[in-house]
């Protein structure tokens, strides 16, 4: 196991371990061509807040004012969770990134994998120069793939399931839609490890059914990017977040009497039946 140990001058240079890449880097590369960022309309320029032309015009007025303040860059993490239909995901730890065993076996399954994880890190090198336009969205997009597929693995681990927790408590993935659940905070759930495959689903500990999330953009998140096995973990980790007492179940009733049995039988396997 292997860690990278990297300050910020690093991480602006060169990760270590880049030089799987086809052809070689040159570490001290001209400032110039580090300072373009990754060009276009992509994360970079959203990130930095503005164009030059405004960083020049707040550096003068802060010379002129006699004070000395930097903008507080925001992370491509940061940045990626907040996201309008991001408000599932949770920040996952940078070192929990840079570690090479957390990610094993995920360079298969990721196209521009070196490319896509210096994004994530916020790493430039000369070579994202190279990229043309479309190349460059390619690797934004499977930055956000990389990325959902790391955060599947983080928020298994005792500080992923912390973070998420403190969202739960918070009701940040929504109420159970059912009416007898009383309003019960729900927990995200994949229905396949698989990227691609299926969409991101909510999970009730109080009737142990899953639902679509309410929200149209937070529905259309990947599944597998919260995989099958976080919530019931969580639950496990966590029993005192199980709800107690019995399961509420609604009597069906035809002028204030209840069905008969036999009837009431004959419904119950109707529903079940229709159930998805």
């Known amino acids: 196991r292997h860690t990278r140990q990297r300050t910020r001058e690093e991480d602006r240079t060169r990760r270590p371990g880049s030089d799987r890449r086809a052809g070689s880097q040159d570490q001290n590369h001209d400032d110039s061509a580090r300072g373009k960022g990754r060009g ?9 807040g503005g164009s030059n032309r405004e960083s020049e015009e707040a550096s003068e007025e802060e010379d002129a004012d006699g004070s000395e ?3 507080a860059e925001v992370s491509w993490i940061q940045w990626f969770c907040s996201l309008q239909g991001n408000e599932f995901f949770t920040e996952v730890a940078e070192d929990f990134v ?30 994202d120069e ?33 973070q998420m927790l403190d969202k739960y408590k918070k009701g940040d993935f ?53 995989g099958t096995s976080f919530p019931h973990l969580l639950l496990q980790a966590y029993p005192e977040l199980v709800p107690e007492g019995p399961l509420q179940l609604y009597v069906p009733r ?23």
């Not at 276009?40 to 930095?48: E, F, H, Y």
């Not at 094993?104 to 090198?125: H, K, M, N, R, S």
């Not at 009837?263 to 998805?276: I, K, M, T, Y």
């Open 174 to 226: 929504g109420r159970c839609p059912r009416v007898m659940c009383e309003g019960q905070a729900v927990l995200p759930v994949g229905q396949s490890d698989v990227p691609h495959k299926l969409t991101v689903k909510v999970f009730c500990p109080r009737c142990q059914d899953v639902y679509h999330p309410k929200s149209s953009r937070k529905a259309a998140a990947d599944g597998a990017y919260f």
């Open 130 to 162: 190279m990229l043309t336009e479309q190349q460059q969205e390619l690797v934004e997009s499977a930055a956000e793939v990389l990325y959902g597929l790391i955060h599947a693995r983080y928020i298994l681990t005792n500080r992923g399931m912390q």
């Open 254 to 276: 035809i002028y204030g009497f209840r069905l008969h049995a036999r009837g009431a039988e004959s419904a119950a396997s109707q529903n079940a039946a229709a159930r998805p």
């Open 98 to 127: 840079q570690d090479d065993f957390n990610l094993t076996g995920l360079g298969t399954q990721v196209p521009y994998y070196d490319y896509a994880l210096d994004i994530i890190l916020d790493v430039e090198t000369p070579q």
């Open 40 to 48: 276009g309309d992509g994360w970079d320029s959203k990130r930095r």
């Open 69 to 71: 303040s930097s903008e």
